[in-house]
């Protein structure tokens, strides 16, 4: 159940309008809207004269076409990454090729760890494995261009080399896929880990952002209300999970079936994906054991 989660559904905003969002932010949503990408995904232009991109999104002439529009009298002097997911980072190269500015942000995508999930990840192919940044950001780095200061917060979970950005002069936080209004995250084995996600939750909560500006829809507001939220959220479904097992469930299937209501077909891989990665972290508990190594179609029961 995500009803104590305080979501935000309601945002508008037309693909390639451009919209002011503070005195150094501006948004281009990229028309690319799904189950996964909502209305969209997100790219920011951070500045006034000299710009940052950030996640400029996947190849889509019109986006594209809408963010040198939108800087024709500027000129980018970096381009930001997030995270390597096809909705995000292809964007990046084509942008290069026609400005000249530098790739910063994310490693190149890697999964966190080998994993036999038993049959092809049907998420795998959202992995954009060209992606050459020049600069790589690490945890607590900084990004010092055009006058503009970024700090690296490496957020692994959604994937493994998941960063966000914050953005100390207007007290904001660019969470990416880690944090949004719309919707919970999906976390994915093998470059998704649910430890690595909740750890990250706990990261961001102690910090003191007052904004969050996410890679699909509208701002996070309250940011630590949220993210307690959040934790709440998937510690239930952990709880969830563990009495199916208690009731005799064995797969991450039939978990599925007995604890997502109403799920749209599109997102039943994705759902399955997620509770091997709640499966998968109770095994590391110790609360949980698989017929061997935990795979995605894996039989588990409770300790």
């Not at 503070?22 to 951070?46: A, E, K």
């Amino acid at each position: 159940m995500s009803e104590d989660i305080p979501f935000d559904r309601s945002f508008s905003q037309h693909a390639g309008d451009l919209v002011q969002l503070s005195p150094l932010v501006r948004r281009i949503v990229c028309d690319n809207g799904g189950p996964f990408t909502f209305t969209g995904t997100c790219t920011y232009l951070i500045g006034t004269g000299e710009v940052i991109v950030l996640d400029p999104g996947p190849i889509h002439a019109a986006h594209i076409q809408a963010i040198l529009t939108a800087t024709i009298n500027e000129k980018i002097a970096a381009i930001l990454l997030t995270h390597t997911h096809m909705d995000h980072s292809p964007a990046a190269a084509q942008l290069q090729a026609l400005t000249g500015a530098p790739i910063y942000g994310c490693a190149p995508h890697s999964p966190a760890r080998p994993l036999n999930l038993g049959e092809i990840n049907p998420l795998d192919a959202s992995a954009d494995k060209a992606y050459a940044p020049d600069h790589i950001l690490h945890d607590g780095e900084t990004l010092d261009i055009a006058g503009l200061r970024l700090e690296a917060v490496h957020t692994p979970g959604h994937t493994a080399n998941h960063l966000c950005y914050a953005f100390a002069a207007e007290q904001a936080l660019f969470s990416g896929d880690h944090v949004m209004a719309w919707s919970t995250t999906i976390v994915a084995p093998p470059d998704g880990s649910m430890s690595d996600y909740m750890a990250s939750l706990e990261k961001l909560r102690l910090r003191s952002e007052t904004i969050f500006w996410p890679g699909h829809g509208g701002p996070v507001n309250e940011p630590q209300r949220f993210i307690r939220a959040l934790l709440h959220h998937r510690r239930h479904r952990e709880s969830s999970i563990l009495t199916r097992l208690s009731a005799g469930d064995r797969t991450a299937q039939e978990i599925v079936g007995n604890i997502y209501e109403k799920l749209d077909p599109r997102l039943k891989g994705a759902a399955a994906l997620s509770v091997f990665a709640h499966l998968e972290a109770l095994v590391q508990q110790g609360q949980v054991i698989c017929d061997g190594e935990p795979t995605l179609g894996g039989r588990y029961q409770r300790v």
